[in-house]
């Protein structure tokens, strides 16, 4: 247990060091909308919640693919488009996974990945990361045309658990039975025990970060 607890006060002890006094939110937009914006197509969806992850816009760095020097934006995370939004006084833009590595905020990161989005809960230096794809789901009720009138869609944000390696997504179902056989049918065993003695919680990313790695070298992914 003292090792579980040391990997994971290491984990979220790891940061960035924001300093947020000097944010000025269009002092990057000349380079954001040459080099990594997309043409704003909104997805046709009628939602009458808030669409974004935080509540109000966020200071963050941008990692770039093809820059050493990090970008300093305002922004919000769009959970309909599934990318972030840059405001101006006139225009919106959203900013393209191609071209960015991650996103960093003061307590919350993302990564790009083949062209998407996901949220980073862990990092492992052992060469994995577990990752969330973040966004709302629309669900239509059944209903029988013609006979019942078409009910309004409900909507729940979602986040899909995945654990990354070299690029490689692997799908992840947060519940025990699934994750003891991650490791294999002859490790089943062990995995379940060292669940119950660490008493971890396989829903919380960064518990279950601390799991893969103390059984790294037998995931089957």
Same mark, same amino acid.
């Given at each position: 247990?003292?090792?579980?607890l040391?990997?994971?006060?290491?984990?979220?002890?790891?940061?960035? $060091?924001?300093?947020t006094t000097d944010?000025?939110?269009?002092?990057?937009?000349?380079?954001i909308?040459?080099?990594?914006?997309?043409?704003y /197509?909104? @997805?046709d969806v009628a939602?009458?919640?808030?669409?974004?992850?935080?509540?109000?816009d966020q200071?963050a760095?941008?990692?770039?693919?093809?820059?050493?020097?990090?970008?300093?934006v305002i922004?919000n995370?769009?959970?309909?488009?599934?990318?972030f939004d840059?405001?101006?006084?006139?225009?919106v833009f959203?900013?393209?996974p191609?071209k960015?590595?991650?996103?960093?905020?003061?307590? $919350?990161?993302?990564?790009?990945v $083949?062209? @998407?989005f996901?949220?980073l809960?862990?990092?492992?230096?052992l060469?994995f990361?577990?990752?969330?794809e973040v966004?709302?789901?629309v669900?239509l009720?059944?209903?029988?045309p013609?006979i /019942?009138?078409k009910?309004d869609p409900?909507f729940?944000?979602?986040?899909?658990?995945?654990?990354?390696?070299n690029?490689r997504l692997?799908?992840?179902d947060r519940?025990r039975?699934?994750?003891s056989?991650?490791?294999?049918k002859?490790?089943?065993?062990q995995v379940k025990?060292f669940?119950k003695t660490?008493?971890?919680?396989?829903?919380?990313?960064i518990l279950?970060?601390?799991?893969i790695e $103390?059984f790294?070298?037998?995931?089957e992914?």
């Open positions: 247990m003292k090792n579980l040391l990997l994971l006060f290491g984990f979220l002890t790891f940061g960035q $060091n924001f300093n944010f000025d939110s269009n002092s990057n937009i000349d380079i909308q040459r080099e990594i914006a997309l043409r /197509q909104p @997805k939602y009458y919640g808030s669409k974004y992850y935080f509540k109000q200071p760095y941008i990692d770039l693919y093809e820059s050493d020097e990090p970008l300093k922004t995370y769009n959970l309909i488009d599934e990318t840059i405001k101006t006084a006139v225009d959203k900013l393209s191609d960015i590595k991650k996103v960093n905020f003061k307590d $919350n990161s993302f990564v790009s $083949n062209g @998407k996901y949220e809960y862990y990092k492992s230096d060469g990361e577990l990752v969330g966004f709302i789901k669900e009720p059944h209903y029988t013609g /019942q009138e009910p409900s729940r944000k979602v986040s899909e658990l995945s654990i990354k390696i690029d692997r799908k992840i519940n039975g699934f994750v056989n991650m490791f294999g002859d490790n089943s065993k025990q669940i660490n008493k971890i919680k396989v829903k919380n990313a279950l970060g601390s799991l $103390n790294y070298k037998d995931l992914i």
